[in-house]
């Protein structure tokens, strides 16, 4: 063996400090790719509770037009939940705290939409008179519907 590959076998290989600064840098790399996945699942977490919500109230007015009689939408900022009544029986329910770990809030309270059997908000049953703001919150991040007397949503 010749010493010119005695010095090629010795110097094969990486040292520590080159291990430590690739593993440095993989971590850094980490941890920045970390920190985007969870803001973009709460950014996900807001945008799906918001669109159960909006499917929720479709289905509350769906179901009014269907049987011909008044459905109820309930929103209830405490329990971060809403849910669809007859008067008698609950036909489905939302948990947005479970479901999608969102913060429910809104600009009046607890919240009552009455949709006729023609599927217009009946103004004379609803709790609220103006317009109202419901948000999802997780984090940052949040996402809105506003709600109309007569039913209709802008988000």
Not at 1 to 17: C, I, K, L, Q, Y
Not at 24 to 49: E, F, Q
Not at 122 to 136: G, H, I, K, P, Y
Request: net charge negative; charged share 20%.
């Amino acid at each position: 063996m010749s010493t010119a590959e005695a010095n090629m076998d010795r110097h094969s290989g990486f040292t520590v400090v080159e291990l430590i600064i690739a593993l440095l840098i993989g971590s850094i790399l980490t941890s920045i790719a970390l920190s985007n996945w969870g803001s973009a699942r709460a950014s996900m977490a807001v945008r799906g509770a918001r669109n159960s919500f909006v499917t929720l109230e479709a289905r509350a007015r769906a179901t009014a037009i269907e049987k011909g009689s008044t459905m109820r939408l309930y929103v209830s900022v405490g329990g971060d939940s809403a849910y669809i009544s007859d008067g008698t029986t609950t036909l489905d329910r939302v948990r947005f705290a479970e479901e999608f770990h969102v913060d429910l809030r809104s600009s009046g309270g607890d919240l009552r939409l009455c949709m006729n059997s023609r599927g217009y908000g009946d103004e004379s049953c609803n709790n609220f008179t103006d317009a109202v703001t419901l948000q999802f919150w997780q984090n940052a991040d949040s996402s809105s519907v506003q709600i109309l007397p007569l039913g209709q949503l802008i988000y």
